[in-house]
């Protein structure tokens, strides 16, 4: 008796294990693509992806730690990431072909949510002699997170009003030691409000 018993139990033992392998392997894994992981928008995309992942039970969210708008929309199309985040601007040059994408246009591109209104604010060393943009000219500086849309605007801004620093290009962590080491005036940074992220 105890010889059937077994082979009984060992069939519902292995289904046992079996179906939550079954129901994970049909759920459609997707990769979304943030910012550096200092950001708080990487934390709202971490957020993000675990709503997503509670309650759309057929899908698994993974994040991707990465630069930005810039090397997100890079990322998509290049098939390396599924979604990710992306500011308004940026989107739109790419979708059109505008810009850094004259050429290279992101047609297929989508807005999913909007989620923040940022603000690109240019912070500089109290005794950096920095008042004005044009002081900018020829100083050190980090003109946002490397491909991001901050970095890009900054360019695209300072270019339009002939400002020219020597660009420091990095994440947000490197400027901030260049900043506190003295290798650079300062840097540009999206926050949300009054508040750098």
Not at 92 to 105: D, H, I, S, V
Request: charge should be positive.
């Amino acid at each position: 008796m105890k010889k059937y018993g077994w082979l009984f139990l060992i069939p519902i033992v292995l289904l046992t294990f079996a179906l939550p392998a079954t129901s994970e392997a049909k759920k459609k894994y997707l990769f979304f693509g943030a910012s550096a992981a200092a950001s708080s928008h990487y934390a709202y995309v971490v957020g993000a992806a675990k709503a997503i992942n509670k309650y759309v039970p057929e899908v698994k969210v993974n994040v991707v730690e990465t630069g930005a708008s810039v090397d997100n929309l890079k990322r998509v199309k290049s098939g390396e990431i599924d979604m990710g985040i992306c500011s308004m601007k940026t989107m739109y040059e790419a979708w059109k072909g505008l810009a850094r994408w004259e050429g290279n246009p992101l047609p297929d591109v989508r807005l999913l949510w909007l989620y923040a209104v940022g603000i690109d604010f240019i912070v500089v060393r109290e005794d950096s002699g920095v008042k004005k943009l044009e002081d900018l000219n020829g100083k050190k500086f980090n003109p946002g997170i490397r491909g991001s849309a901050c970095e890009a605007t900054t360019k695209q801004v300072f270019k339009i009003l002939e400002i020219m620093p020597n660009y420091h290009i990095g994440a947000t962590c490197d400027a901030v030691k260049a900043i506190k080491d003295n290798r650079i005036v300062g840097y540009v940074k999206t926050g949300i409000g009054t508040q750098v992220d």
